[in-house]
């Protein structure tokens, strides 16, 4: 989890959003900002700034590892022109809406990225409240930003939705342009805007459903003021996520590349931008880190496998990382779709049946591995409880990538693992 401090001072122009400690809570944070207008889709492919953003945002710098993700810097971004630039403008599940046309509504803005762990989770609360609300003048937006070049490509964020099922409209900002407007620096971040078109609430980060969905009800009721909500909408207290039986909190998120200069990578050897080197074993890894054998390339977005084909096979060539947590989830991807079987061990044996995340199949011989068709975020370790773990991933066929692991404790498991 990782806390919003607010510096008031910010507030007058935008939101400031910072990483610190565990033990620290996302809270509700109360603000009182006009809501900026959803750039047309003409504005978005021809580049041009959306009207109406605030105070005319600026790209943050990364922040630290952890939840909620940080903002992918600039250059990290499809350029206008691009295939990619022309997903920026478009909407899914929907014709293209407008804040001014959504006035007399309370809106719910969701930023969202489909490999993050952390959207993931956020997903069930997101979709009953739509169900729950809309009928009372509540839209959801989800508002889609991609994190790697992976999700850049407009038909892995419709899959994504496909794949979530995520029922309400989806903006696809691949150029950034709401995201900038909004200020927003994080994934998930939520903004909650009032019937009069002004930004009321705000929540960096996954946490603290329970005063999301109070606020939603009180824009609701101060719109609708003979609104009666049935008596089952009561909301119950929020989860502790930090409870003694939580196991705690687990391994911050590993960004395997050379993501901006906070890759894991421990080897002696280090990164070699755009270049394949023979990587040699190493005996041990700290939490925390990871460490290849074999021909790997560095690349921002991850570690590219450049070994000769295994056939469906393991090799001696592998990835092995150190972790802290209950489940571990990787952000994986193969080269022009060809799908590449990726073995895995944990503590040296093969993952079983009690071990194993959604994701994983387990062969004839007992030997547990991952079909990697696709650039996504694959459920990797569903461990019966929290705990201290070494994961070796050994690659089969050259053009698999590793772009980034993160993880989840005991009271992060009840979400579809879909």
């Known amino acids: 989890m990782r806390s919003v401090v607010t510096d008031l001072g910010f507030l007058a122009l935008g939101f400031l959003v910072a990483g610190t400690a565990w033990a620290q809570e996302p809270r509700l944070e109360v603000v009182h900002l006009h809501a900026p207008e959803f750039p047309p889709p003409a504005a978005l492919a021809s580049g041009e700034a959306p009207g109406g953003s605030i105070s005319g945002a600026q790209p943050s710098a990364p922040a630290m590892p952890g939840a909620p993700r940080p903002v992918a810097p600039t250059s990290a971004r499809p350029q206008a022109g691009s295939e990619e630039a022309g997903a920026g403008v478009t909407w899914l599940n929907s014709s293209p809406l407008s804040m001014s046309g959504l006035r007399g509504k309370v809106v719910m803005i969701d930023f969202w990225e489909p ?172 939490d925390g880190r990871v ?57 040296g044996k093969y993952l079983t049946a009690d071990n194993k995340g959604a994701d994983v199949e387990i062969d004839s011989e007992g030997r547990s591995y991952i079909e990697v068709r696709e650039p996504r975020m694959y459920y990797v370790v569903q461990n019966p409880e929290f705990g201290s773990h070494t994961l070796e991933l050994v690659p089969t066929s050259s053009g698999f990538t590793l772009n980034s692991f993160t993880f989840g404790n005991n009271c992060q498991t009840q979400f579809p693992h879909s």
């Open 291 to 347: 460490v290849v054998s074999g021909r790997w390339e560095t690349d921002k977005n991850g570690m590219i496998y450049r070994g000769k084909r295994k056939g469906n096979e393991p090799g001696d060539d592998r990835a092995a990382m150190r972790y802290h947590a209950r489940e571990v989830y990787a952000v994986m991807n193969v080269s022009h779709g060809h799908p590449s079987r990726l073995y895995l061990q944990q503590d």
């Open 115 to 286: 490999t993050c762990i952390n959207c993931i989770r956020t997903y069930p609360h997101n979709k009953l409240w739509w169900e729950r609300y809309r009928k009372y003048g509540f839209e959801l937006i989800g508002v889609e930003d991609p994190e790697f070049d992976i999700a850049a490509s407009l038909d892995h964020v419709r899959a994504a939705v496909k794949r979530f099922d995520l029922p309400y409209p989806i903006l696809v900002d691949s150029q950034f342009q709401v995201w900038n407007a909004y200020k927003s620096d994080s994934w998930p971040n939520r903004f909650l805007i009032d019937a009069q078109g002004y930004i009321r609430y705000h929540i960096a980060g996954e946490g603290d459903d329970a005063e999301f969905e109070r606020a939603i009800q009180t824009l609701l009721k101060e719109a609708h003021p003979d609104l009666a909500l049935p008596s089952s909408y009561q909301v119950a207290s929020n989860e502790d996520l930090q409870a003694p039986d939580c196991g705690g909190a687990p391994t911050p998120e590993m960004y395997v590349g050379d993501w901006y200069g906070r890759g894991v990578l421990a080897n002696a050897e280090g990164y070699r931008d755009r270049k394949t080197i023979d990587y040699q074993p190493r005996s041990s890894v700290d």
